[in-house]
T-cell receptor, first 114, second 109 residues
């Protein structure tokens, strides 16, 4: 079985640009969560989606948005990129609603904003 | 605002030592306390502790939740070099999860 897959693995963008990150959950998992991890810190929760609806949101500006598709894959969009958005973006999937239990993480997308 | 604190932030031990990692949290609609191991990129799940399941054990790893002190510990006995990683704890509520900064553990031969 494939685990959580994220694409791309690495990305370099310029300040002010927009970026879209993609995540495919483990087959059968309906919940997807997104996290931002800056070097030296723990992951910060951005969004949780379950059954295509937003179920939770962290303290991130409106430049961050996400959506979940009928096949439960998800996209994270970040507009008007800032240097401070440079980070590892992690996606996690789990079976259930409120799925912060046994979440399985992808390998992440390393975003560098220059 | 809820916050998760971990200590120590870094630790270096010799193979065979026993280590205890600490995590404290502030509760607003507390649901569970999670422990993860992060070696390169993807954190891997270790334990979930809730009000109804305050002690977990798996091999050389064990964890306890102290509901009164709003804290948790992760114990690793007979450490091995493969235990070198960042250990993250996270508090979950109904609609969010808050991770601590992690404890970086280095096990030297």
């Amino acid at each position: 079985d494939a685990g959580v897959t994220q694409s791309p693995t690495h990305l370099i963008k310029t300040r002010g640009q927009q970026v879209t990150l993609r995540c495919s959950p483990i087959s059968g998992h309906k919940s997807v969560s997104w996290y931002q991890q800056v070097l030296g810190q723990g992951p910060q929760f951005i969004f949780q989606y379950y059954e295509k609806e937003e179920r939770g949101r962290g303290n991130f500006p409106d430049r961050f948005s996400a959506r979940q598709f009928p096949n439960y894959s998800s996209e994270l969009n970040v507009n008007a990129l800032l240097l401070g958005d440079s980070a590892l973006y992690l996606c996690a999937s789990s079976l259930d609603r409120g799925g912060f239990w046994e979440a399985f993480f992808g390998q992440g997308t390393r975003l560098t904003v220059v | 605002e809820d916050k998760v604190v971990q200590s120590p932030l870094s630790l270096v031990v010799h193979e065979g030592d026993t280590v205890t990692l600490n995590c404290s949290y502030e509760v607003t609609n507390f649901r569970s306390l999670l422990w993860y191991k992060q070696e390169k990129k993807a954190p891997t799940f270790l334990f979930m502790l809730t009000s109804s399941g305050i002690e977990k054990k798996s091999g050389r790893l064990s964890s306890i939740l102290d509901k009164k002190e709003l804290s948790s510990i992760l114990n690793i006995t007979a450490t091995q070099t493969g235990d070198s990683a960042i250990y993250l704890c996270a508090e979950t509520s109904y609609d969010k999860v808050i991770f601590g900064p992690g404890t970086s553990l280095s096990v030297i031969p």
